[in-house]
């Protein structure tokens, strides 16, 4: 196993853009807990230093496909000499106004926000062009699915560690360093500095389509949504698993430790799933894993039904058992998500698309909370339970339903005419929002 990602590192390029882009993506999932921690330690609550995340988390999600656009335009190099450091001195600016001018944080944590490129997009969309084996790109999605599961499991335990030795202001100010210059040195990665971007073209271009807009159109909404009900199973899960908790009379704080089980178990699922290559097509294996997916949540709810027959440690153990299982298939699941993505876009498109995803993962995320919180609190902690399934159940019933549009968008591009092969105008490729390049 540890072989075939090695022979993924050892693509020319590979390495030296992989590491430097983890380390800004490690910031990323720092920045939250790291705001929260300097607001509380410089007196503010706790409501004050959510505020700040959110500020970040919003800031992101609207500003990422902005930049990712602009990526893909101008190419990443020139975009991150100017976002990396912008971004790290908006966090650093945050830091070190959360003690003197505490009504600066917000903005300034939104600010960083709004600047910090959408590198982990940016990487998803080199991969292509660093192989043209298609085991070794499947790999690669794999590998970059299940290096995101792990980066949130090692980011809130780096801040941890900072903020035990340097303080919360200085685990902030660290991570500002990491958000800047990671982004700074990836973007001057060989690799990164060889894609000098795409000029724009008119929607009128003449040339061979990869498949109709409407088609496009249709696949690439289905599969977003499907992303983002994805996405909402997991922040549905912290809330479903903290009132199963509190109504069993254990400690509701053990929520995290438990679906941080999950993670680990995504981990182990993507790494495995990755050093495999796998039959059919993306689209295939993408239901596939959901529904293996599906099947894996459905089991949590028995935790609900066998809880009055076990001591409360058995049904901690019984329930962190459920919640690895069901871990495992969820990185797989994320990396054909990707890939299905890829295969639906135009490649000079490519890191605004999968700067689109992210903000429909943020999306997502919010609406399973806060509606799992809803079904918590009118029907119970084993309703709760039930959503993570029900939303991936949702998922699938949904990407069945757009099949004949994904097969027709992820097909291969039809031979040109002969009036297509006289004319040198590129052909505009749709992007998975439908619009023409």
Known sequence: MVRAYLELLRLPGASAAAVPAALARLAGTMVPIALLLACVQSGRSLAAGAAAGA??????????????????????????????????????????????????????????????????????????????????????????????????????????????????????????????????????????????????????????????????RAASTAVLVAIALTAALSSGLVVAVTASLRDQGSAPELAGTLVALQSAGSVVGGLLYGARTFGGTTYQRYLRLLIVLTLALAALPAVRALTPGLPAGGALVLLGVLLVLSGLPMAPAGAEEFQLIGEMTAHGRATQAFAGVGSFIAL???????????????????AALCMPAAFTLAALLLSLAARRAITRAVSPVPPATPAAEADPTPAPTPDPGGNPT
Not at 63 to 86: I, N, Q, W
Not at 364 to 382: C, H, I, M, Q
């Open 55 to 216: 500020a970040y988390a919003i800031g992101s999600a609207v500003g990422g496909p902005f930049t990712g656009r602009l990526m893909d335009r101008a190419g990443p190099s020139r975009v991150l000499r100017v976002s990396g450091p912008l971004a790290g001195l908006a966090l650093a600016a945050a830091a070190l106004t959360a003690a003197t001018a505490p009504a600066a944080v917000v903005p300034a944590a939104c600010a960083a926000g709004l600047a910090t490129a959408p590198v982990g997009a940016s990487m998803r969309a080199l991969w292509p062009s660093l192989t043209e084996d298609a085991a070794l790109r499947q790999r690669a999605y794999s590998f970059e699915a299940t290096l995101s599961e792990l980066l949130f499991i090692l980011g809130p335990t780096a801040v941890t560690v900072l903020a035990t030795l340097t303080g919360a202001r200085g685990a902030l100010l660290v991570t500002a360093v990491l958000l800047g210059a990671g982004g700074l040195v990836y973007g001057q990665a060989p690799a990164v500095r060889a894609r000098a971007g795409r000029p724009a073209t008119t929607p009128d271009a003449a040339g061979p389509k990869r498949a109709e807009p409407a088609p496009v």
């Open 364 to 382: 997502g995320g919010a609406a399973g909370s806060a509606l799992t919180g809803l079904v918590a609190d009118r029907a119970g902690p084993g």
